[in-house]
């Protein structure tokens, strides 16, 4: 969950269900469990007690314990992604992509990818350099970079296709891809 509640929502944007990754308890994996940031799942179990999945808790699913399900669903909602990218890129070097994707993110652009892993497999498998059309200078450092980490998002909205380059030390970079 975020640090923020329901009332730090920026205004336009969707808030969303919390989300808990999924476990359970190791010797007895009848429930699955909601982990909580605090290190023990929703309902009390220590984390040293679970075995952590790579999915999500969903609390109507059948099989998930009661009391996780109860407080899943009271969670306070989360800033969508919409609002986590917007937050970002608001910090990118400004100018007319960074505005025109800003406005796009307030108006429910669609985020249909956001990863982030080592630099060199990110653009490798994500970036489509050749397909950027605005904005490619920006990013000649960071695709030449040392290693590191990367996050890369990539927003559709209308007809507009922007790349977002979330260089682990650095400010973002947007680019606009055909």
């Known amino acids: 969950m975020s640090g923020l509640d329901d009332h730090d929502c920026s205004p336009g944007f969707v808030r969303v269900a919390a989300s808990f990754t999924a476990c359970r308890k190791t010797d007895s994996p009848a429930l699955e ?34 009391e996780c399900r109860e407080r899943a669903v009271g969670a306070p909602t989360e800033p969508g992604p919409q609002e986590r990218l917007y937050h970002r890129v608001k910090t990118a070097v400004p100018g007319c992509l960074r505005e025109e994707l800003l406005a796009a993110l307030r108006s429910g652009a669609d985020v249909r990818l956001w990863v982030n892993g080592p630099t060199e497999q990110v653009i490798r498998h994500y970036a489509q350099l050749d397909r950027i059309v605005e904005g490619a200078e920006a990013i000649e450092a960071v695709v030449r970079g040392d290693g590191g980490r990367l996050g890369l998002a990539r927003v559709v909205h209308g007809a507009r296709e922007f790349v977002v380059f979330l260089p682990e030390d650095g400010a973002p970079l947007v680019t606009a891809q055909r």
Request: charged fraction near 20%; hydrophobic fraction near 40%.
């Open 33 to 66: 469990h909601a982990m909580a940031a605090a290190n023990e799942t929703l309902c009390g179990i220590p984390r040293d007690q679970v075995t952590v999945y790579r999915h999500l808790f969903f609390p109507r699913r059948r099989g998930a314990c009661g």
